[in-house]
Nanobody, 125 residues
Framework: QVQLLESGGGSVQAGGSLRLSCTAS????????MGWFRQVPGQEREFVAV????????RYADSVKGRFTISRDFAGNTVSLQMDNLKPNDTATYYC??????????????????WGLGTQVAVSS
């Protein structure tokens, strides 16, 4: 049974930082690209960042480029999202996701095979 367990969410003031982590189990971690998405109530879930199988290819949404950093730890089967210079519009539930096939359509949420339950991030002004 595949499980993706997110942690690290919380409340922070604008300009602050948070680090999200996602620990994967029940899958071959090295065979999956790992992504982060976020969702605000009433809106669609949107792509934030992705890292490929080896960690050699990383992509970000334009809205977080230069502020967020995705990384993966193969020893711990963990993918992390370091979020710096947070803004109020970063407030959302953040979801970890895994996909077996890498392609240029990495931002499409329906192409991901597994999802975590999410962790909430709140940024106040």
């Amino acid at each position: 049974q595949v499980q993706l367990l997110e942690s690290g969410g919380g409340s922070v003031q604008a300009g602050g930082s948070l680090r999200l982590s996602c620990t994967a189990s029940g899958l071959t971690f090295n065979d999956h690209a790992m992504g982060w998405f976020r969702q605000v109530p009433g809106q669609e879930r949107e792509f934030v960042a992705v890292i490929n199988f080896s960690g050699s290819v990383i992509r970000y949404a334009d809205s977080v480029k230069g502020r967020f950093t995705i990384s993966r730890d193969f020893a711990g089967n963990t993918v992390s999202l370091q979020m710096d210079n947070l803004k109020p519009n970063d407030t959302a539930t953040y979801y970890c996701a895994a996909k077996r096939v890498w392609s240029d359509t990495y931002s499409k949420r329906y192409l991901y095979d597994y999802w975590g339950l999410g962790t909430q991030v709140a940024v106040s002004s």
